[in-house]
């Protein structure tokens, strides 16, 4: 079947404009992660989905940062006011179960350039 | 303090050299994860494993909970081998977030 999908693939926007980044899980994953990686650096862990529970939103650097996941599918990332420091790529990845048991499927990414 | 630290950074091979990248941890893990990702490419997940060893194909990992290590092998390297290779932990319980080394980058020259 399909694969973790992640849209758009490139996103550019100006300073202070809002972005909004989808995942598309595989289907019936349960756990949802959103991790960025900046250039030249590792995957910085953002946010996770798992089930009905409360999201952890431990890693989101700031409050200009928010994610839901409706229907506990789709997910989307969004980035209020964005900075030139938000520039980045967006990875999304699912897993069936729990780290201790389901590998880990990612996605393609979206690389986001704030310009 | 990292929690977790990958061995080498950067590493050089000829094609058909044997090839070992370590993990090290500070913290009890559950279960630690290693991810491939080629230039340009996405990520895709190598071994799971919370002991022992695992093997596929010409990569082999093995982890060692009470040293809190694990190291990933490969036999044979071919040029297509060359990505950036990471290694992930959960510390287990009903934390699902995962913790990710920087990466190692692996060339290998023909």
Redesign the interface.
């Known amino acids: 079947g399909a694969g973790v999908s992640q849209s758009p693939s490139n996103k550019v926007t100006e300073k202070g404009k809002d972005v909004e980044l989808r995942c598309d899980p595989i289907s019936g994953h349960t756990a949802l992660y959103w991790y960025r990686q900046s250039l030249g650096q590792g995957l910085e862990f953002l946010i996770y989905f798992q089930g009905n529970s409360a999201p952890d939103k431990s890693g989101l650097p700031s409050d200009r940062f928010s994610a839901e996941r409706t229907g506990g599918s789709v997910s989307t990332l969004t980035i209020q006011r964005t900075q030139q420091e938000d520039s980045a790529v967006y990875l999304c990845a699912s897993s069936s179960g729990t780290p201790q048991n389901s590998p880990l499927h990612f996605g393609n990414g979206t690389r986001l350039t704030v310009t | 303090k990292n929690e977790v630290e990958q061995s080498p950074q950067n590493l050089t091979a000829q094609e058909g050299e044997f090839i070992t990248i370590n993990c090290s941890y500070s913290v009890g893990i559950?279960?630690l994860?290693w991810?491939q990702q080629h230039p340009g490419?996405?990520?895709?997940?190598l071994f799971?494993l919370?002991s022992g060893k695992k093997k596929h194909g010409r990569l082999i990992a093995t982890i060692n909970i009470q040293e809190k290590h694990s190291s990933l092998h490969i036999t044979a390297s071919h040029p297509r081998d060359s990505a950036v290779y990471?290694c992930?932990f959960?510390s287990?319980g009903s934390?699902?977030?995962?913790?990710?080394?920087?990466?190692t980058l692996l060339t290998v020259n023909p």
């Open positions: 559950s279960a994860h991810l490419g996405g990520i895709v997940s799971m919370s990471i992930v959960n287990g934390n699902y977030k995962l913790t990710f080394g920087k990466g």
